[in-house]
């Protein structure tokens, strides 16, 4: 209990994230923890996607207040941002289970304390911004272009013997650079407005996406702005050379190539749909707004850690 509130934890488990059913593994964690705690607890294993948005909703209408865990991969945790965004009353931590955790990623040497459960049952509350991406909502990055492309495909590869995992994604990746890296886009940000063949741009309100890229050092998901890369049309073999510094955070290094801004909104128009990353699931749209959702989401933040103090 919270003084005389009634808290519920709620431990929402994806039991095919990482290929791998993670819900026996976090129920031994769970009761081991809540073995000298007399708060209410759930795990509740997903059925379908969106399934933990739903429970997330309802649990909040009924409880004072309700913590929840996402116990999966960045997929997961998006979901439940989904369902918790907004509501005074819930709070969020990610618990991963799953391959990708790039939202965690983020907080460097302090990600590993998102693994300790009980660090998490005793954490603080933290508000972060959200990004609303056509309605559909991201704690971490948005993308358009060639990488999101690339990740959209991976599942069409990953499922043939001898290809998967990283393979699968390197598959991809040749495979849509030969379909040609660059689509025509009208971009808009503020007073800055550029129509031609872009390769990529990329929303930044957390740090990592796509399993390691780190195109900004500095976007923190508190500070009320985002970080925008929009990548020009290249070549090639321009693209592989700027690649690595992009996926570094050195973008700034390479201004004839790639502008970086500053702000809370961006629109792309394309001429034709285009699939969205937001937070590795993927939205497909012929029009997309990104916009900053300021102190949208009660972040849980474990004991120990600093990253939010500097």
Do not use: W
Request: hydrophobic share 40%; with cysteine; proline share 4%.
């Amino acid at each position: 209990m919270i003084g005389d509130k009634q808290l519920k934890h709620l431990f929402i488990v994806n039991p095919t994230a990482g290929g791998r059913n993670a819900a026996p593994e976090v129920a031994e964690k769970v009761r081991a923890a809540f073995e000298n705690r007399t708060d209410e607890y759930e795990i509740y294993v997903t059925k379908a996607p969106m399934d933990a948005t739903e429970k997330i909703k309802e649990d909040a209408a009924l409880y004072d207040s309700l913590r929840v865990y996402a116990c999966g991969g960045d997929g997961t945790f998006n979901e439940c941002v989904c369902g918790a965004a907004g509501l005074e009353n819930v709070s969020l931590a990610p618990f991963p289970t799953g391959t990708g955790n790039d939202f965690c990623r983020m907080f460097g040497e302090e990600a590993g304390l998102y693994h300790d459960i009980n660090r998490l049952l005793d954490g603080k509350e933290r508000k972060i911004d959200l990004v609303d991406c056509n309605g559909r909502l991201c704690a971490n990055i948005c993308s358009v272009g060639i990488d999101a492309r690339i990740g959209t495909d991976v599942h069409k590869y990953s499922h043939i013997p001898l290809i998967g995992g990283a393979t699968g994604y390197v598959v991809s990746a040749i495979v849509n650079v030969f379909k040609g890296i660059s689509r025509k886009m009208t971009v808009r940000c503020g007073t800055f407005t550029q129509e031609g063949e872009h390769s990529l741009i990329c929303v930044c309100n957390g740090r990592f996406y796509g399993g390691g890229f780190n195109p900004s050092l500095y976007a923190r998901p508190d500070d009320g702005e985002l970080d925008f890369y929009i990548v020009k049309k290249v070549s090639l073999l321009a693209f592989a050379a700027l690649i690595g510094k992009y996926a570094a955070g050195r973008a700034d290094e390479i201004p004839k190539y790639i502008t970086h801004l500053r702000g809370t909104e961006i629109s792309i128009d394309f001429e034709e749909e285009n699939v969205i990353n937001i937070d590795g699931e993927a939205m497909f749209a012929k029009n997309v707004v990104m916009r900053l959702v300021p102190h949208a989401l009660n972040l849980v933040i474990p004991t120990g850690m600093t990253f939010f103090d500097k």
